[in-house]
């Protein structure tokens, strides 16, 4: 099978996810303009282990594309940043 990937984006592990995947980011490769932040998750979920436990769906995860909080059908780009994070309380 021909792997169309082409585009990279980087992608940033905040916090708790820093820690379980014991990185706090990296370069991955995408298919280009119109994916989405739900697809770019569900590629690192279908790694296993911690990333499937932690990026399981109802687990509680924040994104942000370029610093700007951003929802699963938010489009990515070439050269864009997405961080995951769990979210912060104060107190």
């Given at each position: 099978m021909l792997d169309t990937?082409?585009?990279t984006l980087h992608v940033v592990y905040?916090?708790?996810l820093r820690e379980?995947?014991?990185s706090s980011?990296?370069?991955f490769a995408f298919a280009g303009d119109g994916t989405t932040v739900a697809e770019v998750i569900e590629t690192l979920r279908?790694?296993?282990g911690a990333w499937a436990t932690e990026l399981a769906?109802?687990?509680a995860v924040r994104i942000a594309v370029n610093q700007v909080?951003?929802?699963p059908s938010t489009r990515v780009h070439a050269g864009d940043e997405v961080a995951l994070f769990p979210p912060?309380?104060?107190g």
């Open positions: 990937r082409t585009e905040l916090a708790r379980a995947f014991a980011g990296e370069a279908g790694r296993g769906p109802g687990r909080m951003a929802s912060v309380t104060g």
